[in-house]
């Protein structure tokens, strides 16, 4: 039997009728046609699923649909503002953090909460952060100089603003 949720995706929010069974990675692709987060893999493992889930980042191939009811989802499609890219996705563009991109929505999901976490984190602290988010073509070095450049022009524009 269907059950209804209400979600709120980037600041939309959504109400349907879904399946108990139904992940939310489905949810998101299938029924709110936001394509941007992927499936790499069935055992939880690869993190091209991840979207932050009430602040915090969250495998969605991992998550019923109906556990998400009330929650507020951000996915790679609600990062820019106004056509402005996110810091991360212009550190992506700059220092070439990606090649496929299958891995990059989710790649740059995980690197916002971490960011959010810790603004000022290590190279061994980005690599760990990102140990739940597998990528076959970069070897991993080009992402973390683009969450380097992500973190150093996000503190630098808080600076600006007079925060911190
Ligand atoms: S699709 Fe691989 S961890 Fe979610
Ligand atoms: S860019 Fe291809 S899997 Fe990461």
Redesign the pocket.
Known sequence: MKQQITVTVNGVQHTSEVEPRLLLVHYLRDVLNLTGTHVGCDTSQCGACTVIMNGSAVKSCTVLAVQADGAEITTIEGLAKDGQLHPLQEGFWEMHG???????PG?IMTAYDLLQKNPNPTEEEIRHGLEGN?????GYQNIVRSIQYAADKMRGAATAAGGE
């Open positions: 990606l090649q496929c991109g299958f891995c990059t790649m597998l990528c076959r073509c970069t």
